[in-house]
């Protein structure tokens, strides 16, 4: 973990309002980028400019100055009425969902909020996406171990039929990933 004594409120807050996205390309120099899970820098250094390519999804960095601070990347996706818990009474088995593939933040910012700022950010700009085309979710798949993130930041899970089971399998395998979802019409 990295000693933080520099990275005043001050800079922080600076970062926070004066950061900017940009969409990958093969330009951007990902070297010194590490959130620290080997998963997700391997998909940012070796595959997400290769998908982006074929259309399965496009990747956006969180740049402050030219500093990678963070990452997501985005596809379409769909969501089934039925794994969420009856609150909805809509006559379709499914709508469609934008899914957040992948977010990290870099290592050396973490626990500073900016994973729920550019989270909240993303968020917004999915839902400026549904001004254009017809979708009503926003889905992620998230690790079990940052699941919780996801709660704080109004997230909720599909139904889980054994959260005993979902538990123990997350204690042995980290990459085990856990559906939830959020509705554009409460943002």
């Not at 030219?66 to 596809?75: A, M, R, Y």
Request: charged content about 30%; overall charge negative; aromatic content about 12%.
């Amino acid at each position: 973990m990295f000693f933080k004594p520099y990275l005043t409120t001050m800079y922080v807050e600076d970062i926070k309002n004066n950061y900017y996205i940009v969409k990958l390309n093969e330009k951007h120099n990902l070297n010194d980028f590490s959130c620290g899970l080997d998963d997700m820098d391997d998909f940012l250094k070796n595959d997400a400019l290769d998908q982006q390519e074929d259309n399965l999804n496009v990747t956006y960095l969180a740049k402050y100055h030219e500093e990678i601070i963070g990452f997501f990347s985005l596809l379409s996706d769909i969501i089934k009425l039925k794994d969420i818990e009856n609150e909805y009474d809509l006559p379709y088995s499914t709508c469609p969902a934008v899914k957040i593939g992948r977010l990290a933040v870099n290592e050396k910012y973490n626990s500073l909020g900016l994973g729920t700022v550019l989270l909240d950010n993303t968020c917004y700009q999915i839902k400026r996406i549904s001004d254009i085309i017809g979708v009503r979710f926003i889905t992620v798949d998230a690790y079990c171990n940052v699941r919780g993130f996801y709660y704080k930041n109004e997230f909720n899970h599909l139904k889980i039929h054994n959260e005993k089971k979902l538990r123990r399998s997350a204690e042995r395998n980290p990459y085990l990933t856990v559906p939830l979802y959020k509705d554009l019409k409460r943002i």
